[in-house]
C-alpha cells in the first residue's frame, strides 16, 4: 500500500550530532526530514552520548575557550597527528567552519562551559558541551521535534535502493515492522563499524575478539557497507580505528569515558608474561594514550597491566574500577595471575635502572632510565618501592574506525569518481577524508557539525 | 580527604553504599561538573565517607540535571542514578539528625498525626471562647503567648540540634561556621535558588524540559514565608508598643501578612502541582508524605488566616481564629520533623561548600 511507504523530502540515516546537525539545518532550509535512529530512545545519539567537546579555531579568547587557536594550529595538530594523511582541502574547511557551528549550535540552545577539571587540559582548543554529549544529544532531539523534524527511533535501515549513484528508496526495520521509505535525498550520518565484531575481526584478526568497544553497540556498519556494495568509493584504512589502552573490566559495550585510565606514564606496563614492552614515559600522557589500545592489542591475548605504587596516588583521574591492591610486588601478581618470580625480575631491573631526578608529572621531567633498561623509561621514572602496589588491567578500547565513503566540500559522495546528486555523508562515516590516522580530541565533533550541517543544507537544494 | 579518619571507619548504611558507588563513577567522568556545587565538591574527594555522602546529599537540590544528561542513566548497566540516590539519603540524614529522637520518631511516616495533631490543637485553644468578638476574647493573649513560646523554644531548639548534629556529622567544627564569607555566599545562594537555575534557563523539573516553574513557585514560598515571620514580628512589637491586635487593612504587619499569604497560597499549590507531574524515575515516593504535609499545612496556614483577615468583623471570627492557631501550631510542630528541615541543612551544607571552596583558594 502506497500510504504504508514513508515519505519526506529527506532522510537522514543516524541518530548522533551529525545526523541531527544534517536533519535540523535541512527543517532549517524549509525540507520535511524524517530521522532514522536504530537505537531506542535512551540510547539514541551514537557515540556522541559519550563525547564532550568538539574542537574550535579561534582568534582570540571567548565565552567558552582561552586563547587563540588560528586555523594553521589547527590544521598543524591534524598534520601531525594524521601524519600527513589527510585532505588539506577539507580539513582547512571544516576548521574555518568551527567557530560558526558552535554560534549555530548554540542558536539551537546548546549551552556550553568553560573547561574545568579532568579535561586533559584542552581548554584552548576544545569547547565543552554543558553536561556532556548526551546534553547536547537531548538538546538537538528537544530542537527537531520544535521544528517538526519527524524522528524514528528503532529504526534500521535495511536496504538502500541505488542506481547509478542515485538514492531511489530504502526499506527499514520499524519496531521490528519493516516499512519502505522514499526521499529526494539521503543524508547518512550512521557512524562506523566499530560495534561490528565480524567485520572488525576481518580487519584485525583473532585479536579483535578482546577489543572493548567503548560507544554504541548500534554502529555495525551495516549501512556503510551498503553503500560500499553499491559502488561508493571507500576512504581510510579499514584496520585503523581509535584505540585506547582503558580498563580491562569495562563492560563489553558503552563503557565510555569512566573506563580510561590515565595511570600508564605514572609507573610500568607489563604484559601477560610480566615483562615490560614499551617506554611508558615517552611523552605527555595526552600526546599518547592513543597508541596505547594498539600496543596493548599487540601483545598476547591482547591484555597487560598498569603497575604502580603509593606515591602516585592523586595525581591522576580515578578510574571507576578499583585498583587491584597488594603488600608486595608478588602478592600483587599472583592478584593479576602473573607470575610472581618475572614480575620481581621486571620491578627489580627497573628500580635499578631508575636515575634520580625531579619528578613533575606536568611536564617532560628528567626522571628516566639509564641506558641499559629495553625498553627505556624516557621520564617519570621513579622506583615501584611504596605500598601497597597497585596494578589495572588494560585491554585495547576502540572509539571508533576510520573506513569511510569518500566526498567531497559538499558532503557528496563519490560513486566510482562522480559524486552523487543526492546522496550526501556526515559524521564518522566519511571523516577518514580528513583523519586518516589519528585524531586530535574533539575534532570527529567539528567534523560531524560542519559536515552535518553541509550535508543538510545540500540534501534540502536537491530538486 | 576532608573528612577525619575516624569518621571513614563509620560503617555506610546501605543507600550511602549505592550513592558511593554513583560518585565513584561520577569522579571518573566528571561531565556534569558544570550543572551545580554538588560535582565541584565531589571532585575535591577521592573516597567518600558516610560524612561526605550526607553532605553531597544534602548539597544536591534535586534539579535532575545529571539524569538526563547522564550517559550512564539505566537502562545502562552502571544505573546511574545521583538525584534519586541522593533524595533517599537525604531522607536519612532527616531521620538521622532530628531532635529529640522519641519525638521525632512520632511523627515519622505517620500522616495520621497531622489530623490528629491539629484535633488536640483546636481543643486546647477552644477551651477559651469562640463566641468572643474580640480575637482576645476568643482565647487571652497570655495564653497564646504563652502557647506560642513554648512550642517555638521547642522547636528552636530541635532545629539548632539538628543544625549542629548534622554540622559536626560532615566532619566539620561550629566555630568554622561563624565565617562571614561563607555565611554570605551561602545565603546569596539560598535566597537566589542558584544551584535551580541552571545558568538561567532553569533546571529539569518536573521533567527533561528545562523550566524556572519550579524556582519561581519556591521563591514565592520562601518569601511568603519569610514575609509573614516579619508580620508576626512586626505584630509583637506593636504589641509591646501597646498597640493592640487587630490592625487597620493598610498597617505594616496586615500588609506583609497579606502579600506573605498570597506567596503560601501560589507557591505550595504550584509545588504540588509540578510535583504531581515529576518524572516517577527521579522520585524517592517514601518522602512524597512528608512533603505533601508540609505544603499543605503551609496553604492552610496562610487559606484560614486570610479567611480570618476577610471575616474578622463577622460572628465566625471566633471559630476561624482557633482553626487558624491550630493549624499554624501543627506546622510549628512539625517543622523540625518534617520537609521543612531540609533548608535548615540544604543552608548548613551550602555554608560548608563555600567553606570548602575558600579552603581550596589558599
Not at chain 1, 104 to 117: C, E, M, T
Not at chain 2, 140 to 148: G, L, R
Not at chain 2, 314 to 323: E, F, K
Request: net charge neutral.
Amino acid at each position: 500500500m502506497d500510504s504504508d511507504i514513508l515519505t519526506s523530502d529527506i532522510a537522514v540515516i543516524g541518530g548522533g550530532n551529525a545526523a541531527l546537525c544534517a536533519a535540523l539545518a535541512a527543517r532549517e532550509a524549509g525540507a520535511t526530514v524524517t530521522v532514522f535512529e536504530c537505537a531506542p530512545f535512551d540510547y539514541r545519539g551514537g557515540n556522541s552520548r559519550h563525547t564532550r567537546n568538539m574542537r574550535c579555531m579561534h582568534e582570540a579568547p571567548t565565552d567558552v575557550l582561552t586563547g587563540a587557536y588560528t586555523e594553521d594550529e589547527f590544521f598543524a595538530d591534524i598534520l601531525r597527528v594524521t601524519e600527513g594523511n589527510t585532505n588539506e582541502h577539507l580539513a582547512r574547511m571544516v576548521i574555518r567552519e568551527s567557530p560558526n557551528s558552535v554560534a549555530w549550535a548554540k542558536k539551537q540552545g546548546v549551552r556550553f562551559q568553560p573547561s574545568l577539571g579532568g579535561t586533559l587540559h584542552l581548554g584552548r582548543t576544545n569547547a565543552f558541551f554543558l553536561g556532556g554529549g548526551k546534553a547536547l544529544m537531548n538538546t538537538y532531539y528537544e530542537r527537531a521535534a520544535a521544528y517538526g523534524v519527524n524522528v524514528l527511533y528503532n529504526a534500521e535501515v535495511t536496504a538502500l535502493d541505488i542506481r547509478d549513484g542515485r538514492f531511489l528508496g530504502g526499506m527499514l526495520q520499524h519496531e521490528g515492522k519493516p516499512r519502505e521509505f522514499r526521499a529526494k535525498a539521503l543524508v547518512v550520518a550512521s557512524g562506523g563499524f566499530e560495534a561490528n565484531f565480524e567485520w572488525l575481526e576481518e580487519a584485525w584478526g583473532e585479536a579483535a575478539r578482546n577489543f572493548i568497544v567503548r560507544g554504541t553497540p548500534y554502529n555495525r556498519g551495516t549501512v556503510l557497507k551498503m553503500l560500499l556494495t553499491a559502488g561508493a568509493d571507500s576512504i581510510g584504512d579499514p584496520t585503523q580505528g581509535h584505540c585506547v589502552a582503558i580498563d580491562g573490566r569495562a563492560p563489553k559495550f558503552d563503557g565510555g569515558i569512566v573506563t580510561r585510565l590515565d595511570c600508564v606514564p605514572l609507573g610500568i606496563v607489563v604484559n601477560k608474561n610480566a615483562v615490560r614492552f614499551y617506554d611508558e614515559g615517552e611523552e605527555l600522557w595526552p600526546k599518547r594514550y592513543a597508541i596505547w589500545g594498539r600496543l596493548v592489542a599487540q601483545q598476547p591475548e591482547q591484555i597487560a597491566y598498569s603497575v604502580i605504587d603509593s606515591k602516585v596516588l592523586g595525581r591522576f583521574m580515578p578510574s571507576v574500577f578499583p585498583p587491584i591492591k597488594a603488600d608486595t610486588i608478588e602478592q600483587l601478581a599472583n592478584a593479576l595471575e602473573l607470575s610472581a618470580a618475572t614480575l620481581r625480575d621486571t620491578v627489580d631491573s627497573f628500580n635499578q635502572a631508575v636515575v634520580p631526578g625531579t619528578f613533575n608529572h606536568q611536564v617532560l621531567d628528567d626522571c628516566h632510565t639509564s641506558g641499559d633498561l629495553k625498553p627505556p623509561k624516557t621520564h617519570w621514572a621513579q622506583k615501584i618501592d611504596t605500598p601497597p602496589f597497585m596494578g589495572y588491567p588494560l585491554r585495547p578500547g576502540l572509539t571508533f574506525t576510520y573506513l569511510g565513503v569518500r566526498v567531497n566540500d559538499k558532503a557528496q559522495v563519490q560513486f566510482g569518481g562522480a559524486f552523487s546528486g543526492n546522496i550526501f555523508a556526515a559524521g564518522e562515516i566519511m571523516a577518514g577524508n580528513i583523519l586518516g590516522k589519528g585524531y586530535p580530541a574533539g575534532t570527529g565533533m567539528t567534523i560531524g557539525a560542519v559536515f552535518g550541517r553541509i550535508a543538510g543544507k545540500g540534501a534540502a537544494n536537491v530538486r | 580527604m576532608s573528612a577525619k579518619p575516624a569518621l571513614h571507619q563509620i560503617e555506610l548504611t546501605p543507600t550511602a553504599r549505592e550513592a558511593e558507588r554513583l560518585m565513584v563513577i561520577c569522579n571518573a567522568c566528571r561531565y556534569c561538573e558544570g550543572y551545580c556545587a554538588v560535582f565541584p565538591a565531589m571532585e575535591r574527594r577521592l573516597n567518600f565517607a558516610q560524612a561526605d555522602l550526607d553532605y553531597l546529599a544534602n548539597l544536591c537540590h534535586n534539579c535532575a540535571e545529571c539524569y538526563y544528561a547522564c550517559q550512564y542513566a539505566p537502562p545502562h548497566e552502571f544505573a546511574v542514578n545521583v538525584p534519586r540516590v541522593f533524595a533517599e539519603l537525604r531522607a536519612e540524614t532527616y531521620k538521622k539528625y532530628a531532635w529529640p529522637g522519641p519525638l521525632a520518631a512520632l511523627f515519622r511516616g505517620k500522616r495520621i498525626v497531622i489530623p490528629w495533631i491539629i484535633g488536640l490543637a483546636a481543643l486546647v485553644l477552644s477551651v477559651a471562647n469562640p463566641a468572643g468578638t474580640a480575637f482576645y476574647d476568643v482565647i487571652p493573649h497570655e495564653a497564646m503567648v504563652s502557647i506560642f513560646l513554648a512550642v517555638s523554644a521547642l522547636i528552636v531548639s530541635a532545629h539548632v540540634a539538628g543544625f549542629i548534629r548534622f554540622w559536626k556529622g560532615a566532619g566539620e567544627t561550629v566555630s568554622e561556621f561563624l565565617n562571614p564569607t561563607a555565611i554570605a555566599q551561602a545565603a546569596a545562594d539560598v535566597l537566589s535558588m542558584k544551584n535551580l537555575s541552571s545558568g538561567g534557563v532553569g533546571c529539569t523539573y518536573p521533567n527533561e524540559r528545562h523550566s524556572q516553574a519550579r524556582r519561581i513557585f519556591h521563591h514565592f514560598t520562601f518569601y511568603g514565608f519569610l514575609l509573614c515571620f516579619a508580620s508576626t514580628t512586626v505584630a509583637a512589637l506593636y504589641h509591646f508598643t501597646g498597640s493592640v491586635a487587630p490592625y487597620s487593612y493598610t498597617s505594616v504587619p496586615v500588609v506583609l501578612g497579606t502579600l506573605g499569604g498570597i506567596g503560601l497560597l501560589i507557591g505550595p499549590i504550584g509545588l504540588y502541582s509540578l510535583k504531581r507531574s515529576r518524572d516517577p524515575r527521579i522520585v524517592d515516593p517514601a518522602q512524597d508524605g512528608s512533603d505533601i504535609d508540609f505544603l499543605g499545612l503551609l496553604f492552610f496556614t496562610s487559606f484560614t488566616g486570610l479567611m480570618l483577615l476577610a471575616m474578622r468583623g463577622t460572628a465566625v471570627m471566633g471559630p476561624l481564629l482557633i482553626v487558624h492557631l491550630a493549624v499554624v501550631l501543627c506546622l510549628f510542630l512539625t517543622l523540625p520533623y518534617g520537609k521543612f528541615v531540609h533548608g535548615i541543612y540544604r543552608s548548613a551544607a551550602l555554608v560548608k561548600n563555600a567553606l570548602e571552596t575558600m579552603r581550596k583558594k589558599p
